[in-house]
């Protein structure tokens, strides 16, 4: 399967989990500029397929913006390396997501019943299992890949050699292993 048909699956499979989920999302309070989910629950984990469409993004912005996006993934990377919260490289002064349309599922599987107020959103068992199950269909169509951390993969695929054998359908951890092992990278063909 091509990337281009891998990200069309994508779309499918993001919504297929938006109607598998509406029912229970009607019960959410979240609001446009409600960031929390942005900022406290500290880890927003993509697959290299998510990436490449995230880093071609970035690299539609215009130069100051794409610095900027940089410097903050830099920094996200940073406080991620030193098991800090990382607010997430993409939130905007006003509290909205920059890359909203394009966002991972660990942001779209997010939404809570309850206000936030700086803690854990509260979310239905079953739309956890569903989102769950979700992550290993993500895992699975994105065989040639890995998982982990955003600004660690938006990392990887900063490496021409990393995106340019990851674009070919090559498949070589070796590459990585230090990387990996150091940042709970996970190889998304051996995810059970």
Do not use: W
């Amino acid at each position: 399967m091509t990337i281009k048909d891998k990200k069309g699956r994508l779309v499918e499979i993001y919504n297929r989990f938006e109607r598998d989920v509406s029912e229970f999302k009607k019960a959410a309070v979240c609001q446009i500029g409600c960031a929390d989910c942005c900022i406290n629950v500290g880890n927003v984990d993509i697959t290299t397929l998510e990436g490449i469409i995230i880093h071609e993004r970035i690299n539609t912005l215009a130069k100051p913006l794409k610095a900027e996006i940089q410097k903050r993934l830099a920094q996200n990377r940073a406080e991620k390396e030193n098991n800090k919260f990382a607010k997430c490289a993409f939130l905007k002064e006003d509290n909205t997501c920059l890359i909203y349309d394009i966002r991972p599922f660990s942001c779209r599987r997010l939404y809570s019943v309850e206000k936030c107020n700086g803690g854990p959103p509260i979310i239905h068992r079953q739309a956890v299992k569903l989102a769950n199950e979700v992550v290993r269909e993500l895992q699975y169509l994105d065989d040639t890949g890995y998982s982990g951390h955003l600004s660690f993969i938006l990392y990887l695929l900063d490496k021409p050699k990393f995106k340019k054998a990851y674009l070919s359908g090559k498949f070589d951890p070796r590459k990585i292993k230090d990387f990996g092992i150091s940042h709970n990278i996970l190889i998304n063909r051996f995810v059970k």
